[in-house]
């Protein structure tokens, strides 16, 4: 039976990927693309996985994980299988799959869609797995500490200083997309601060009042936060109601900052975990209805499957389909991201290793089929209409009659009576130049939602859409900062040992407040920006993204050689060889005369028309900052890339030095000891 399965499901993901592939010049149904999706999804958990779990990393039921052998109930404590998958998944999905693939989707559907089936079972997945495992061996370690630990102290502390440096990046980016989303939305700001007390009644009523009672903490959990969203739908039609939840870009900034902090310091049963656990129902409820609306729907996606924009010209954003296009997908199929959650409070809640195959390499696929669904979303649309929302007014015009002419005269017609039209249905007063890529996602589930479920609930169903991207979001922020506090109290440590224990509470404190004002700051000059923040960061979001990976499966690659088992080194090596290459590539953003691609070019032209007087006051006002922020991420990129150098070159050293006999540092693999725990009834339930 599993043969015929495997056979059954290769057969079927083959077909569909050869319909995806051949159906070049007429449009192709959306339910080839979900059929190919979910039979590689499948193979790749059924059998990779399973042979790497058995076979590389060699997964033993019978351990102790650190969950149960240092269980402080605060950081580190034994969860119920169902809660750290939750929790994790929550944690992971965060812009990248719902925001990538829409900006990618100027390239047409085709690149990204392969680039998301294909990296995610042989690379994001995998190296998810493999930091879980090799974290949950070595006492939850982050990635930094398991750099130093089994590289050296030289490839170590760069990799550590490097992901610290990246996080902090990350999470601005990840707090400004919230930002954009949140503000002057009462639907999603009152069900998304509804879902915090939710999620801090269900960890006392687990923790204290009904323990080991998953189930039904999770029909009470799931039901506030159902209820948390048709109140704010209720909310944001109640005038008086909802001027209580409209605010403005700056002061829901302060409240995210404030939210991270806190959920840093306090247990993450009380928060963390539960609010993931919950937010996790919402997140695979909607991709389930989403992708049932497609199945009953089978739209036909209007973007054709290459745009002339392959060759770098494109309205969106710079660059050439190879590197960008893998850059600008970033999480939907490989994010480094997800290597820091893996390293960081997961491994400290798993309790039997037997779950690191479903809740690494699960979670993974199934934030890749959220990229998959994403980018249906964003290409089912009319290319003219993507591109109108899409597009900056800067680029195609600053009033309708202009950019309607600019992109009709691309080869893809609009019109303005049609936009305005859309714009009405959606309960907006315009959706030209709505950019970041957001507007469009929710713009393209409106119209599959409507096409299912009543189109006279197009500006319902696109509210909602907004509101489920920024809880979405918001729960890979809190769980960044979290992990984020661990990374910083061990560099802390170094000059204070008191500072590197993570469970002393002023170190807790401390740490927090210091991370927390790092990202907050840039976030503060992002949602400053006249220009729009994400527009400036989101390439750099998308260099250290991939950088951050190839950090990670260089230490994972380390590790496997360091073990004893090079043969098996090419699961991890193989993805890293690609990750190394594509982001290398990316050195262009530093050095390309292009202005639209280079940043030092964008810079240097942006300063020439200011001296030569030729800005608008308005666009002269936010020079000397975007020629700064230009200037800053041309710098970041050059240390990303030296970091990455770094310690890419330190892990071949300890791999030549291992196969040929020569001695190396002891592994810091935790010494085997027998789990007390039913297994069964933590893990297996």
Known sequence: MRRFSAVVLALGGGIAMGGIALQRHEPINALWIITAAVCIYLLGYRFYAAWIATR???????????????????????????????????????????????????FGYLPGTLWILIGAVLGGCVQDMTILFLSTRRDGRSLGQMARDELGPFGGFAALIGTLLILIVLSAVLGLVIVNAMKHSPWATSTVAATIPAAILVGLYLRLWRPGRVLEGSIIGVSLVLLAVVAGGWIDHQPQLRNAFDYAALPIAAAIVIYAW??????????????????????????????????????????????????????????ALFPFVFITIACGAISGFHALVASGTTPKLISNEADVRLVGYGSMALESFVAIMAMIAATLLDPGVYFAINSGAGVVGATPEAAVHTISGWGFPVTAEQMQALAQAMGEHTLFARTGGAPSLAVGMASIFGSSFGRSLAAVWYHFAIMFEVVFILTTLDAGTRVGRFMLQDLLGHLWAPLGRTSWYPSVLFASTLLV???????????????????????????????????????????????????????????????????????????????????LAAAADLAAKLAAGSLSPERAAVAPQLIFNQRLDAALTALFTAILWFVILDMARVCVRRLRGLPLRSSSEAPYRQSQLPGPALAGQ
């Open 56 to 106: 590389v990393l060699l997964v033993d039921p019978s351990r102790a994980t650190p969950a149960e052998r240092l269980n402080n109930g605060r950081d580190f404590l034994p969860t119920h299988r169902a809660i750290v998958f939750g929790h994790h998944f929550a944690a992971i999905a965060g812009p990248g799959p719902l925001v990538g693939p829409t900006l990618a989707a100027q």
């Open 517 to 599: 004002a790092a990202w907050g700051y840039f976030l503060y000059v992002g949602v400053i920006d006249p220009n729009g923040g994400v527009n400036i960061l989101w390439p750099l979001f998308g260099i250290a993204n991939q950088m951050l990976a190839a950090i990670a499966l260089s230490v994972a690659t380390g590790i496997l050689i360091k073990s004893g088992r090079a043969r098996y080194a090419l699961v991890t090596l193989a993805p890293l060889a690609w990750l190394a290459l594509v982001t290398s590539a990316a050195w262009q953003k530093i050095v390309s005369a292009d202005v639209h691609v280079g940043f």
């Open 262 to 319: 806190v959920a840093a310091i306090l247990p993450v049963w009380l928060l963390l975990a539960p609010r993931d656990y919950l937010s996790t129902f919402l997140k695979l409820g909607t991709v389930a209805l989403l992708a049932v609306a497609i199945v009953l729907t089978h739209p036909q996606l209007k973007m054709p499957a290459l745009t002339q924009f392959i060759d770098g010209s494109g309205p969106l954003f710079g660059g």
